[in-house]
Every structure is written in C-alpha cells, then in structure tokens.
C-alpha cells in the first residue's frame, strides 16, 4: 500500500510517461506534448474534452489507421452505450491494455486478502461474449467484461466453474440454463464474480425453475441444450453423469433448499457492484446466501477505465487507482479543477481521466464521491451518472439514492421489486414512479401514498422542494416483462444483464402497452 503515500508525484508520473509516449502521435503534435512539462502546461494546451471530441479519432482508428492518439493502432474497441442514444467505440491500446491488467492483478489480490485465499478455489464467475464483431480495419469490439476474461491469468482461467466459450454459443433463457447445469455439477464453488448481482439471482430463479431438468442432466451426464463438439470438450468434466450429485441436489429440491446457501455449501465470498443503482440488488441476492457469505465490491469503472481498488468488506468505496489513470476532478458546486490529492472528505466531485488509450481531460460524466483516504490517496466511490439525477425544482437527488429509498420502501410494504424508474414530470412539477412489482393493482393507492410519505422522510432534498415547488409523486405499475425489456434496450443486442446499468432517471415515457395501471 506504499505507494498510496505518494499520490502527486504517482500521478504527475503517470502522466509525464502518457505525454512523453504520445508525443509524436497526431493529437501530441496537435497539443504540443513535446513542450508539456508540468500538469500546469497540460492543463493550459489540452481543454476539458467529451466523447465529441474523440469520436473522429475513433472512426479513424477503427479504420485501421495509427498514431492518432497514442503509438501505434488500437488493439481493441470497449462498446458501450451508457445512458447515450448511439454506441460509443472506445479504443484500447497495448499500454492501455497492460495497464488494465496490472489493475485487475492488484484488484484480485485485495479481494484475496478480505476473503482469504480460500475464497479463490473454484469461481463463479460472469462474462460477456469477448467480441461482437470486428471494425473496418479489422480490429476486434465488444464489451469490457468479455475482454478482461480474455486477459485473465492462466490460473485464474482454470479455476472456473464453466468456460467462457458457453456465452459465444447460447444466449437468453437457454444461456441461463446452461450456466447452471454446468456449475450445479459442482458443490465447492467458493466464490461468485461478477458486476451486477440482479443477474445472480435471475439465475437461481431460473435454475429452480428447471430443477428437475438441470438434475436429470447431471444424473445422466447429458445437457438438454446441444453443445458444441468444442464446448463439449472443454466441459468434460462437467457432463460426466454423476448419480450422487444429482441425488444430492434432488433431495435439497424436495426440501425448498434448491438455492446456493445449500448447494453450494462452500460459498466464501461474493462480488459484485455495491454501489451505485445496481448495488440495491445485493440485498435481494443476500437472501439465497449464507449469512456469513461475504460481499465485496467488484470495483469501479467504466469502458473508459478502471477506476478504483476496494479494500474493505461490504463497501463500494476504495483508494483511486493512481498507478494507471491519471485523475481531475470538477467539485459538484463547480469551481477550480483538482487533483486527486487535493480532494475533501465527504465532498462530491465530477471525474475527468487521461488514460492510456489516448482519452486526454475526458469527461466521464460520473459523479464521485470521497469516503476518506488511505495515504493521501482518496478512497472513492461511484454516485451517480451526471444524467442520471432527478432535478425538477433544484433538488438534485441522485439516481442511487432514490432506487435505494424505493427499494426500501417497497420491501417495507411487503412487495416484490423488479424495477423501479423515475421519469420528471415537468408540466405537472412531480415524478412519475414506474414500477414492476408483484403487488396487485388494488393496492396502487395506499402504495402510492406510502411511497410519497416515505421518500419525503427518507430523502431530505425531495421533502424540502416537495413542500415549496414539487407535488405528490404519481406511482404507474407496470407490465411483468418491463423490467426484462428496458434491459434489454440497453444491452441493445448480444450483452448480458451483467455489464448492464440502466440508469433511474430517465427523460422519454416507455410506450404505454407496458403500462399496467395509472
């Protein structure tokens, strides 16, 4: 942890090799990177840029051209969405690459120290399909999860509880399937790796659903979905009929246990985001766990990057990966750019990264939050999205923290959440809650009344505008399948639940088939 001691001088390092690197690149001529000594120049010949401003450059290197950004060609594309209409092609380069995977190697080894090295035997673990297709130029694209499984250790690859080839051949309900019949093979997986822990718990559900099936399968050593002769292969293992197992696994069936706290008595720890509006989704999936079973943050970040290191138990925060991003921050109530160092406690800051990948003063559109520091390092954590804030009369009440006050309300009031959006609602000066739940459409009023008396006690910014220029919230109970659609509007095509974060305000009203009841 020494070098969390040092932060200036990590990051005017980190900086000082980028520009010296990119120097002779189009962009470094562009903005003098020869001449740039100090942050201060780098700050005076290089503005605050958005994705706009980098969009030409990544046309051009997806065409295959080189020494635009940084040294040679793009090696690969992060596509995302975010909370953006288009996809945007984020480029990685062979530094960014190596930098990334230095990140994940210190990541993996904070998360062996909270969870003991026992915790780290066999792995369940989430993947995106590693590429999607390939550029113009020839160049490889798709999402940040599959690729970092493509960058994994050769030890970490072995300890998987199924191959990441199983998401390349299968996808919705039958992906699901698959997934759990392959790992319910096993009784000592020990610990749970992904981002967001909705789609955990969608496959436990999934897997009681075909309890029987997935048992049947494993008994006779079969799968009921075809796979490849290559899958096959690799899963051997796996599909070997095991009679025991599958008595095992029949009689927790016949007694209501068919979930991981009993079939999967060696569960260690999970990871999974905590924060932000997904880390709601955690609590949901605490109950089908021991309660000894911990929880760790699986990290912040972006395609852009990655951005922090948990360290502690239960908690999104960590220290700032100062070693491979360098890092400036706008205060929520604007004033003087700041470096990491100079951050305060308590405080909310916008984020603004110089990557690797030739993102130079980019703005991330992410709001932070500073939980303290370790050295005179911050340790940080995700807020919310800068469009994802509900701001009608200058409330400014962040996405997490209204999905955190519903969720509470609703499993207060006894219900089931699926979803759960806010849509402003400026003509009538009040939010529109959409909801999917469980609860019957003759409970809608006294819902709606709980919710509204409930987030005026919760959420002190909302109370105080909701006196002078906001009226009662009005509650819409949606559709079953909502939920599942407006995923799948950000997935947009082959990408799973697991690198997905719809955001909780949004601007446009779905279409009214959804709509249950208004």
């Not at 962009?27 to 100090?38: L, R």
């Not at 759960?420 to 000066?429: D, E």
Request: glycine share 6%; net charge negative; aromatic share 12%.
């Amino acid at each position: 942890r020494s070098f969390y001691e040092y932060c200036y001088k990590t990051q005017k390092t980190v900086l000082q090799e980028m520009l010296y690197a990119s120097k002779d690149t189009e962009f470094g001529k562009m903005h003098d990177f020869s001449n740039i000594n100090s942050i201060e120049e780098f700050r005076k010949k290089v503005p605050i840029l958005e994705w706009s401003d980098y969009e030409e450059y990544s046309n051009r290197l997806a065409d295959g051209e080189s020494d635009l950004l940084f040294p040679g060609k793009a090696t690969y594309f992060y596509r995302t969405s975010g909370t953006s209409a288009e996809y945007k092609f984020i480029p990685e380069s062979e530094r960014e690459a190596t930098a990334r995977k230095v990140l994940d190697s210190v990541r993996n080894v904070e998360r062996a120290l909270i969870t003991s090295t026992k915790a780290s035997k066999r792995m369940f673990t989430f993947f995106n399909k590693a590429s999607f297709d390939v550029t113009k130029g020839g160049i490889p694209c798709g999402t940040a999860s599959g690729h970092s499984t493509n960058s994994q250790d050769e030890d970490v690859l072995d300890n998987l509880a199924y191959v990441p080839d199983v998401v390349e051949e299968f996808e919705g309900e039958e992906l699901n399937y698959v997934i759990m019949r392959l790992c319910l093979y096993y009784d000592d997986i020990s610990f749970i790796l992904g981002n967001n822990a909705k789609m955990m718990t969608s496959l436990i559900i999934s897997a009681g659903d075909n309890a029987l099936d997935i048992i049947d399968d494993i008994k006779n050593g079969t799968c009921k979905y075809k796979l490849s002769s290559k899958l096959t292969s690799k899963e051997a293992d796996a599909l070997k009929p095991n009679a025991k197992r599958a008595k095992e696994l029949k009689r927790l069936y016949d007694e209501g246990k068919f979930i991981p706290k009993y079939y999967w008595p060696r569960l260690q720890a999970v990871s999974f985001w905590l924060g932000g509006s997904v880390g709601v989704y955690v609590d949901e999936l605490k109950t089908y766990i021991a309660d000894d079973v911990k929880c760790v943050d699986v990290g912040y970040g972006a395609s852009e990057a990655k951005i922090n290191i948990p360290n502690k138990e239960g908690s999104p925060s960590g220290p700032l990966a100062i070693f491979s991003t360098f890092f400036e921050f706008i205060p929520e109530e604007g004033g003087e750019v700041l470096l990491a160092h100079e951050l305060e406690v308590g405080k909310n800051y916008e984020i603004i990264i110089t990557n690797y990948a030739g993102l130079y003063r980019y703005r991330l559109k992410d709001m932070i939050h500073v939980d303290g520091f370790t050295g005179n390092t911050p340790d940080i954590s995700f807020l919310t999205k800068l469009s994802d804030v509900a701001n009608l009369a200058q409330e400014k009440i962040p996405g997490t923290m209204l999905i955190k006050a519903i969720n509470e309300l609703i499993d207060s009031f006894g219900c089931k959440l699926n979803i759960a959006q806010v849509y402003p609602n400026p003509k009538n000066m009040c939010y529109n809650i959409l909801l999917e739940t469980d609860v019957e459409p003759k409970q809608k009023n006294e819902l709606e009344t709980y919710l509204e008396k409930g987030l005026c006690d919760k959420l002190s910014q909302y109370n105080t505008y909701r006196n002078k220029l906001l009226n009662p919230a009005k509650l819409i109970l949606m559709k079953e399948g909502f939920a599942k659609e407006l995923t799948k509007e950000y997935t947009k095509s082959n990408a799973t639940m697991a690198q997905v974060k719809v955001p909780v305000v949004r601007d446009n009203m779905p279409d009214e088939k959804w709509i249950l009841q208004q």
